[in-house]
């Protein structure tokens, strides 16, 4: 059974490292949890409060830095425990189809702006030989790839040529969707993948304190840690891939609805022309 990417796997593994080296240099949080400034307290001048002596101050501030500090990439992602590593291995996938399949779109000139009513104005001009010249002057186009093809097995007859249309768009449309099943998989399952890890963080977190004798916050922060760093990376992840899928499913269908006018307008000039034979 052949990966259905098999061909584009090469590039997409290099755009992926591209984007996730970026991602890694000029984003070292990926969730800020810096605690808030908190001013000092103003004290009554008639309170007597114990001086504090240098050592305690300097401990003091050393702790209040280190608690500010927010984790980066690395740190949230084993914190995030197993669930992680499966989410991690869907965004490379998923960025790797994703940019593969932009670069195709944007490399493959589909339609050209104003082409059917360019093809419309020569029909009206010249019948089917204007449209004929006008695919020509067109050729680099895809869809006068799949317009030519249906002419040339039609033999003038519209039943032949709907159905050479409907073959050649099928094998076009099927390599312009190419892809998008693992983008849509992937938004699908990096969601419950990250819920899966949230049930996981709240079992370690209720484990904790079945473990302990004395209950506190920190006994459970853990497991919820964990539970929420896996809903936002499931969510992270699932996000641009329904983005990505939508824009490029939206492109395929354009160019679809785009190949059915120019042929719906080609199939009646040979309605046209069968009946002009007739009568």
């Known amino acids: 059974m052949k990966i259905p990417f098999s061909k584009m796997t090469t590039r997409a593994i290099a755009y992926t490292a591209l984007l996730l080296s970026a991602l890694y240099f000029t984003s070292p949080v990926l969730i800020s949890q810096s605690l808030p400034d908190t001013k000092d307290k103003v004290t009554n001048p008639a309170e007597k409060t114990p001086a504090k002596t240098p050592e305690k101050t300097e401990e003091k501030k050393e702790v209040s830095q280190a608690e500010s500090k927010s984790p980066g990439l690395v740190d949230l992602f084993f914190k995030g425990g197993w669930s992680m590593y499966p989410l991690a291995l869907a965004s490379i996938i998923g960025l790797g189809v994703a940019f593969e399949r932009l670069y195709f779109f944007f490399a493959t000139r589909l339609i050209s702006k104003g082409y059917n009513q360019g093809l419309v104005d020569a029909i009206e001009e010249k019948g089917l030989e204007g449209a004929k010249e006008f695919i020509e002057t067109h050729k680099k186009d895809k869809i006068s790839e799949v317009l030519v093809n249906g002419m040339d097995v039609s033999r003038e007859d519209p039943d032949l040529f709907a159905k050479g249309i409907e073959r050649e768009a099928g094998e076009v449309l099927v ?15 990096a969601p419950l993948i990250g819920f899966l890890g949230t049930v996981s963080g709240m079992i370690n977190a209720f484990d904790a304190i079945a473990n302990a004798d004395q209950v506190n916050a920190k006994v459970v922060a853990g497991g919820i840690k964990e539970a929420l760093i896996t809903t936002a990376t499931g969510l992270i992840v699932a996000i641009p891939a329904m983005a990505f899928y939508q824009y490029l499913t939206g492109k395929v269908n ?26």
Not at 273 to 279: D, G, I, L, M, N
């Open 254 to 279: 354009a160019f679809a609805a785009e190949v059915e006018e120019a042929a719906n307008r080609i199939y009646k000039e040979y309605l046209k022309k069968q009946a002009t034979k007739v009568s």
């Open 175 to 189: 390599t312009l969707e190419r892809g998008l099943v693992v983008l849509a998989s992937v938004s699908t399952i």
